[in-house]
């Protein structure tokens, strides 16, 4: 059975295909924000190669929302074109094979995430931290390895590693019980924002407002 894992969910791009004796092709690419030719190009030539999974997987962040949401998108559209069983899983798992270790990014709004990778899946929802509190958090790790996908020099104690479509194909295979299963949706680390439309009164009906 043939498993095809990508992750777009940082400023790597990766893809992979495996079957149970191991990965069949696999690639990473300067993953550019601005436009998603390099994975689609990617995908293409995977599935030209090896022809459709059974299984796809999809790396769920937490990382870049935009990359993650064409990701999905793209999961989705392959779906329903070759029947495959879609399935997701956070893309902190994929960054080590390594059974524990932490992950720290970029929260943005001054703060920054902390996340700890326990039997090779994501332990608890990542916590929220101000970058005094992540400095006294990382202060008291003295053995257990912390790795961040983000530029963040101001922490010295982490090295820097990206996630891996190889290691996501690993993690699929070994714990399948633990995969999201459709509708995907990326990980998020606050709750989403909503804007509600501004209304306005006219003859006694609420219209909404236009521009």
């Not at 069949?24 to 022809?51: V, Y």
């Not at 820097?160 to 999201?180: D, H």
Request: aromatic share 8%.
């Amino acid at each position: 059975m043939k498993l095809l894992a990508f992750d777009l969910s940082t400023r790597r791009g990766t893809i992979a295909l495996a079957n149970e004796e191991g990965i069949l092709s696999a690639t990473d690419w300067p993953n550019d924000r601005r436009t998603s030719a390099p994975f689609f190009a990617a995908l293409k030539e995977i599935i030209r190669k090896h022809g459709a999974p059974a299984t796809i997987v999809v790396g769920l962040g937490p990382g870049s929302y935009t990359g993650t949401r064409i990701a999905i998108s793209a999961a989705i559209g392959l779906q329903a074109t070759t029947g495959a069983a879609l399935a997701g899983i956070s893309s902190l798992c994929a960054i080590s094979d390594e059974e524990e270790f932490y992950v720290i990014g970029d929260a943005k709004r001054a703060s920054f995430f902390f996340a700890k990778i326990s039997g090779g899946l994501l332990a608890n929802d990542p916590d929220l931290l101000s970058e005094n509190e992540m400095n006294d958090r990382l202060s008291s790790i003295t053995t257990i390895p912390i790795y961040t996908s983000d530029e963040l020099p101001q922490f010295t104690a982490v090295e820097m590693r990206f996630p891996s479509a190889k290691l996501l194909c690993l993690r699929a295979q070994t714990f399948p019980q633990n995969l999201a299963r459709a509708p995907l949706a990326p990980i998020y680390l606050r709750e989403p924002h909503i804007t509600t439309p501004r209304t306005a009164q006219n003859d006694g009906k609420t219209l909404p407002l236009l521009g």
